[in-house]
T-cell receptor, first 113, second 115 residues
Framework: EAGVTQFPSHSVIEKGQTVTLRCDPISGHDNLYWYRRVMGKEIKFLLHFVKESKQDESGMPNNRFLAERTGGTYSTLKVQPAELEDSGVYFC???????????FGSGTRLTVV | AQKVTQAQTEISVVEKEDVTLDCVYETRDTTYYLFWYKQPPSGELVFLIRRNSFDEQNEISGRYSWNFQKSTSSFNFTITASQVVDSAVYFCALSEAGGSYIPTFGRGTSLIVHP
């Protein structure tokens, strides 16, 4: 089975620009999560989808971040406008049952200059 | 206070040495899960182990072993006879009922194994 796919793998953008990250979960996984790791710090939770609904978005840093999951399949995370502090690695994970572990993607390394 | 503390930021060893990565967690839930993930240089997070709060048995998988001690709220990870391919960042994580079982991660420990 294909794993969790994220793209792009790397993105370098200028402050003020817009970037959209995409995550394709494992087929059939209703739960989709976004996390972010800023250099040297912990991997922090951003939000959780169950199918197309946002179950928990308590970790979203501010309204410059917008996540969607149309049709309950892939998800996008848009940052608009990007700021320097948004730099980091954005991970997506999916699970069929939240109790039994998560499969993470390779992450998108975002650099805002 | 952090829910998951990985006090070791970076560990450097020489190949064939044994190394232990520490993880201390904090929770008020009686039902919770602990995880270890490996992040190799390629970037992905690789699942290593999941342990539930009711199972304190230590686990061994090849050169990897895990020591879960509820009395000290620790879930330490030992690599025996380390190899260069073990070089990676290792994350400990906790998921608890009070947090909808969404994992909370520690800051990670960077392990460097020198040949």
């Amino acid at each position: 089975e294909a794993g969790v796919t994220q793209f792009p793998s790397h993105s370098v953008i200028e402050k003020g620009q817009t970037v959209t990250l995409r995550c394709d979960p494992i087929s059939g996984h209703d739960n989709l999560y976004w996390y972010r790791r800023v250099m040297g710090k912990e991997i922090k939770f951003l939000l959780h989808f169950v199918k197309e609904s946002k179950q928990d978005e308590s970790g979203m840093p501010n309204n410059r971040f917008l996540a969607e999951r149309t049709g309950g399949t892939y998800s996008t995370l848009k940052v608009q406008p990007a700021e320097l502090e948004d730099s980091g690695v954005y991970f997506c994970a999916s699970s069929q049952d939240s109790l039994y572990g998560y499969t993470f993607g390779s992450g998108t390394r975002l650099t805002v200059v | 206070a952090q829910k998951v503390t990985q006090a070791q930021t970076e560990i450097s060893v020489v190949e064939k040495e044994d190394v232990t990565l520490d993880c201390v967690y904090e929770t008020r839930d009686t039902t919770y899960y602990l995880f270890w993930y490996k992040q190799p240089p390629s970037g992905e997070l690789v699942f290593l182990i999941r342990r539930n709060s009711f199972d304190e048995q230590n686990e061994i998988s090849g050169r990897y072993s895990w020591n879960f001690q509820k009395s000290t709220s620790s879930f330490n990870f030992t690599i025996t006879a380390s190899q260069v391919v073990d070089s990676a960042v290792y994350f400990c994580a906790l998921s608890e009922a009070g947090g909808s079982y969404i994992p909370t991660f520690g800051r990670g420990t960077s392990l460097i194994v020198h040949p």
